[in-house]
Nanobody, 119 residues
Framework: QVQLVESGGGLVQAGGSLRLSCVAS????????MGWYRQAPGKQRELVAS???????NYADSVKGRFTIARDNAKNTVYLQMNSLKPEDTAVYYC?????????????WGQGTQVTVSS
């Protein structure tokens, strides 16, 4: 059973920084691209950053230049460094596998970590 445990969220003022971590269980992490998704109230979940098993990264335009994704394959962990945060970054952040720019069908999700950016 795949488990995903996200942490590192919190309340921060606009312009501040946070570092999110996600520990994944199982072999799914080592062989797949991983990504950070977020869901704001009343909005659909969106992919904001992804990283392949070979460490190639991709970012949504809304976070490009501010967020950095990284992974530690030895620890089954993926990180998201978020700088210059804006109120519109407020959301619950989740990590999961990325397949063709989306999560897998019927994906299991962790509890997420809340990020709140005050203006």
């Amino acid at each position: 059973q795949v488990q995903l445990v996200e942490s590192g969220g919190g309340l921060v003022q606009a312009g501040g920084s946070l570092r999110l971590s996600c520990v994944a269980s199982g072999s799914i992490f080592r062989n797949n691209a991983m990504g950070w998704y977020r869901q704001a109230p009343g909005k659909q979940r969106e992919l904001v950053a992804s990283i392949t098993s070979g460490a190639r990264t991709n970012y949504a335009d809304s976070v490009k230049g501010r967020f950095t994704i990284a992974r530690d394959n030895a620890k089954n962990t993926v990180y998201l460094q978020m700088n210059s945060l804006k109120p519109e970054d407020t959301a619950v952040y989740y990590c999961n596998v990325v397949l063709g720019g989306k999560p897998p069908a019927f994906a299991s999700w962790g509890q997420g970590t809340q990020v709140t950016v005050s203006s």
